[in-house]
């Protein structure tokens, strides 16, 4: 589930899922050092790799930020490891980030559904300051 979904749902989901956890298993802890936010924004996403150079650019939606990285949701699987993600939703001026872009390492990309993929990596430049 996308972490840019309605309250309402948001709190649905946590009520269902504290009924079905089982006592016997325990919580896993965070293993991220740094708190992750959620940064719901559409971004232009473009391939950094060798080769790559043309590539048209892909829509994407961030799902969270962290000082270090940044995840998001695609629709399609990505053959790319090194990108730039450039903001494309005025919403990003608002909050004073209009014309960012971050540049990312992929780290890793799960399958959810038939067009729906999460993605993320670890920020290796970016014109604005992310903390």
């Not at 989901?13 to 919580?27: C, G, H, I, Y």
């Not at 991220?32 to 959620?38: D, G, I, K, N, Y």
């Not at 790559?52 to 829509?59: R, S």
Request: glycine share 10%.
């Amino acid at each position: 589930m996308s972490v840019c979904a309605t309250d309402a749902a948001t709190r649905e989901v946590a009520a269902w899922s504290d009924l079905l956890e089982s006592p016997a298993k325990p919580r896993q802890t965070e293993r991220r050092a740094r708190r992750r936010v959620p940064f719901c924004y559409r971004f232009r996403l473009t391939p950094l790799d060798g080769g790559a150079e043309g590539a048209p650019a892909i829509l994407v939606t961030g799902r969270d930020l962290s000082p270090r990285g940044f995840g998001f949701e695609h629709t399609a699987p990505l053959p790319f490891r090194r990108v730039r993600l450039t903001g494309d939703d005025p919403r990003l001026g608002e909050i004073s980030l209009s014309g960012v872009t971050i540049d990312l390492v992929l780290r890793w990309c799960r399958f959810l559904s038939p067009g729906v993929y999460h993605s993320g990596g670890r920020i290796t430049q970016s014109n604005f300051r992310l903390e």
